[in-house]
């Protein structure tokens, strides 16, 4: 007892200075309203849960979880509110707005179910160690979601990424408060869900024999690997990724691919398409000529197929994709020319039109709403279509104009496969582009060009990670973090309460060094770099990196730094030059990952 109250003391007169002087509580994303507190909560055996009903004991049980993981410590669930308590009270509805108040004897959550949870993640946020305990620095915050949908896309088609890693990104997920994981299932390359009616689509179409080395274009004709890839989810393990993300509050978008990216399909079922031949699973990428054609049998397929992935996932949207279909197959087939004329349609845009109304019936027939990408306006929008928008926020903005809800998720700001380097030679091979960290945070999803009542159309973001050039685990928590760390605060947080320097270099830090302890591999961003003038009047250059405890290596000669470069202490004084220095770092982490070299123009620094 007296060991806790000498530590009880020692944390809060530590905290006390750390905390509510300099205001440092790193949570991301920032929360709507914060008033730092007085004293901490001290978490340790003694603290309990009181969990007031089922699905708060299911968030208190998340929460426990967490702990034991990260901390190896597991509160009981009683109902004494006495002592050191953690009191849940929940209204029994999925609000995700919450108020969390932590004072030096009780945290009080109270908030819808999914704000619970998310009153649990921002508690995690706060813990810190302190003298081998855990305390939590008194606060006092009501927090609730700028947008209502905040998504994250993973292409699992281009390459297979397993049931485990699945639910890793899951849970980083839920930690920044995302609420929808749009899952990619179906591309050319590619078919990743069993279809009990369908079993050459398990058999046959999720697996290609060999896929191209390099990026598209690095040789022709492509050299492949030689090596089989492929995988699909049985419907049991899609089962139970869906109920593993709604305790995470997160709903699983499901897409499948119409009326093109289905190479894969007919190859294992030709009689789907237009031409009388024979198709292959590809292992290169780009956008095919191979897609379905209109044909009941092909209607009376995707349906079947529809009503097996309705009955697996209960998400109310259903994404279709639509985007990227060429219309060469359907020029150069009797069968749809007909349709187009019976039809009395304009032309091949209208038939995509016409596929795209007929599936979304069905869908609105089951009591579900249609997705699809931003090609889906071409031809007419089907009647209730929701549009992703992809190629920049045109067909967004189009959308809105005409009533229709949408979802931005532009190439321009949250296409998570492209470069993080703006030479691409520094980085592991991506598609192209070159989306910073910086430019992700500065999105703003509601357009300045649409009125109050448009605006209202947008439901939220999405950023999506395209996996061409991701074959590995590794690699799609490169692409993925800390990008979405960033795209939570544009999701989550209000516009004027954003903030990038308070995000990077205030808030960022301590989550980096977290990601590393989940043994998330994220990338190492470059460093804030700050030029100065020394009272000697010597240029200075400060080094501030976003992972906390990380230590820094650096020349200014030109030369290649490494760990036998110059140990980074304080602001470095320049030595005067005639010739332009050049900065050269790396960053290395507590855990010991090292960073790619980052160089720096000196120019000014004569
Ligand atoms: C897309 O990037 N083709 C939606």
Request: aromatic share 12%; proline share 5%.
């Given at each position: 007892m007296l060991k806790r109250i000498v530590f009880v003391l020692i944390a809060w007169m530590a905290v006390s200075n750390a905390y509510a002087q300099n205001g440092v509580y790193s949570i991301i994303p920032k929360p709507a309203s914060l008033q730092p507190g007085k004293g901490v909560f001290i978490l340790d055996q003694q603290t309990h849960l009181v969990a007031k009903s089922d699905a708060a004991k299911r968030n208190a049980d998340l929460f426990n979880d967490f702990l034991w993981n990260r901390y190896k410590l597991k509160l009981t669930v009683t109902p004494d509110t006495s002592g050191n308590a953690i009191i849940i009270e929940e209204q029994g509805n999925e609000q995700e707005a919450y108020t969390l108040n932590v004072s030096t004897d009780k945290i009080s959550i109270k908030g819808g179910n999914s704000g619970g949870f998310y009153a649990f993640q921002t508690v995690l946020q706060l813990i810190e160690t302190q003298n081998g305990g855990l305390i939590i620095p008194a606060v006092s915050i009501a927090d609730k979601p700028a947008f209502g949908y905040r998504g994250v896309m993973i292409d699992v088609a281009r390459h297979f990424f397993s049931l485990d890693e699945m639910k890793k990104i899951v849970d980083a997920m839920a930690y920044f408060k995302f609420n929808r994981l749009h899952w990619h299932l179906t591309e050319d390359q590619g078919w990743r869900l069993e279809i009990k009616k369908y079993p050459k689509l398990t058999q046959l179409s999720a697996w290609r024999d060999s896929t191209i080395i390099g990026q598209y274009g690095d040789f022709k004709p492509f050299v492949y690997d030689g090596e089989k890839h492929g995988g699909y989810y049985t419907q049991d393990e899609a089962r139970e990724l869906v109920k593993y993300a709604a305790d995470r509050k997160i709903t699983i978008v499901p897409e499948i691919e119409l009326p093109g990216h289905s190479t894969a399909v007919l190859a294992a079922y030709p009689e789907f398409g237009c031409k009388d031949t024979t198709y292959h699973v590809p292992g290169y990428w780009g956008v095919h000529y191979s897609i379905f054609c209109p044909k009941e049998e092909t209607f009376k397929f995707l349906e079947d197929v529809l009503t097996e992935v309705m009955d697996i996932f209960p998400s109310e949207f259903i994404h279709i994709g639509g985007d990227e279909v060429p219309k060469e197959h359907w020029k150069e087939s009797a069968f749809a020319q007909k349709l187009i004329s019976k039809q009395k349609l304009k032309d091949e845009h209208g038939l995509q039109s016409y596929f795209i109304t007929r599936i979304e019936k069905f869908l609105n027939q089951h009591g579900r709403r249609l997705v699809g990408w931003d090609e889906i306006l071409e031809g007419g929008l089907a009647p209730n279509a929701t549009v992703m928008s992809w190629r920049g926020e045109a067909g967004g903005i189009a959308a809105a104009r005409m009533g229709h809800d949408v979802i931005m998720s532009p190439n321009s700001h949250l296409y998570l496969d492209h470069y993080q380097a703006k030479d691409g030679k520094t980085e592991p091979v991506a598609i192209g582009g070159f989306l910073p960290l910086e430019r992700v945070y500065s999105y703003h999803p509601k357009p300045d060009s649409l009125t109050a009542e448009?605006?209202?159309?947008?439901?939220?973001?999405?950023?999506?990670?395209?996996?061409?050039?991701?074959?590995?685990?590794?690699?799609?928590?490169?692409?993925?973090?800390?990008?979405?760390?960033?795209?939570?605060?544009?999701?989550?947080?209000?516009?004027?309460?954003?903030?990038?320097d308070d995000f990077s270099t205030k808030r960022l830090p301590l989550r980096l060094q977290e990601l590393e302890q989940m043994n998330v591999f994220y990338r190492i961003p470059e460093a804030k770099i700050r030029f100065g003038t020394a009272s000697s009047g010597r240029k200075t250059v400060e080094i501030i990196p976003f992972v906390n405890n990380s230590t820094i290596y650096y020349t200014v000669d030109g030369h290649k730094a490494d760990q036998a470069a110059t140990l980074y202490s304080g602001p470095i004084q320049l030595p005067y030059s005639a010739k332009p220095l050049t900065l050269n770092y790396i960053i290395v982490t507590p855990g010991g990952r090292i960073s790619n070299m980052f160089s720096v123009s000196l120019a000014d620094s004569k």
């Amino acid at each position: 007892m007296l060991k806790r109250i000498v530590f009880v003391l020692i944390a809060w007169m530590a905290v006390s200075n750390a905390y509510a002087q300099n205001g440092v509580y790193s949570i991301i994303p920032k929360p709507a309203s914060l008033q730092p507190g007085k004293g901490v909560f001290i978490l340790d055996q003694q603290t309990h849960l009181v969990a007031k009903s089922d699905a708060a004991k299911r968030n208190a049980d998340l929460f426990n979880d967490f702990l034991w993981n990260r901390y190896k410590l597991k509160l009981t669930v009683t109902p004494d509110t006495s002592g050191n308590a953690i009191i849940i009270e929940e209204q029994g509805n999925e609000q995700e707005a919450y108020t969390l108040n932590v004072s030096t004897d009780k945290i009080s959550i109270k908030g819808g179910n999914s704000g619970g949870f998310y009153a649990f993640q921002t508690v995690l946020q706060l813990i810190e160690t302190q003298n081998g305990g855990l305390i939590i620095p008194a606060v006092s915050i009501a927090d609730k979601p700028a947008f209502g949908y905040r998504g994250v896309m993973i292409d699992v088609a281009r390459h297979f990424f397993s049931l485990d890693e699945m639910k890793k990104i899951v849970d980083a997920m839920a930690y920044f408060k995302f609420n929808r994981l749009h899952w990619h299932l179906t591309e050319d390359q590619g078919w990743r869900l069993e279809i009990k009616k369908y079993p050459k689509l398990t058999q046959l179409s999720a697996w290609r024999d060999s896929t191209i080395i390099g990026q598209y274009g690095d040789f022709k004709p492509f050299v492949y690997d030689g090596e089989k890839h492929g995988g699909y989810y049985t419907q049991d393990e899609a089962r139970e990724l869906v109920k593993y993300a709604a305790d995470r509050k997160i709903t699983i978008v499901p897409e499948i691919e119409l009326p093109g990216h289905s190479t894969a399909v007919l190859a294992a079922y030709p009689e789907f398409g237009c031409k009388d031949t024979t198709y292959h699973v590809p292992g290169y990428w780009g956008v095919h000529y191979s897609i379905f054609c209109p044909k009941e049998e092909t209607f009376k397929f995707l349906e079947d197929v529809l009503t097996e992935v309705m009955d697996i996932f209960p998400s109310e949207f259903i994404h279709i994709g639509g985007d990227e279909v060429p219309k060469e197959h359907w020029k150069e087939s009797a069968f749809a020319q007909k349709l187009i004329s019976k039809q009395k349609l304009k032309d091949e845009h209208g038939l995509q039109s016409y596929f795209i109304t007929r599936i979304e019936k069905f869908l609105n027939q089951h009591g579900r709403r249609l997705v699809g990408w931003d090609e889906i306006l071409e031809g007419g929008l089907a009647p209730n279509a929701t549009v992703m928008s992809w190629r920049g926020e045109a067909g967004g903005i189009a959308a809105a104009r005409m009533g229709h809800d949408v979802i931005m998720s532009p190439n321009s700001h949250l296409y998570l496969d492209h470069y993080q380097a703006k030479d691409g030679k520094t980085e592991p091979v991506a598609i192209g582009g070159f989306l910073p960290l910086e430019r992700v945070y500065s999105y703003h999803p509601k357009p300045d060009s649409l009125t109050a009542e448009q605006q209202k159309h947008v439901l939220g973001v999405q950023g999506n990670l395209w996996t061409e050039y991701i074959p590995t685990n590794n690699k799609l928590e490169y692409m993925l973090f800390p990008r979405i760390l960033a795209l939570s605060e544009v999701a989550w947080t209000e516009r004027a309460d954003q903030n990038y320097d308070d995000f990077s270099t205030k808030r960022l830090p301590l989550r980096l060094q977290e990601l590393e302890q989940m043994n998330v591999f994220y990338r190492i961003p470059e460093a804030k770099i700050r030029f100065g003038t020394a009272s000697s009047g010597r240029k200075t250059v400060e080094i501030i990196p976003f992972v906390n405890n990380s230590t820094i290596y650096y020349t200014v000669d030109g030369h290649k730094a490494d760990q036998a470069a110059t140990l980074y202490s304080g602001p470095i004084q320049l030595p005067y030059s005639a010739k332009p220095l050049t900065l050269n770092y790396i960053i290395v982490t507590p855990g010991g990952r090292i960073s790619n070299m980052f160089s720096v123009s000196l120019a000014d620094s004569k």
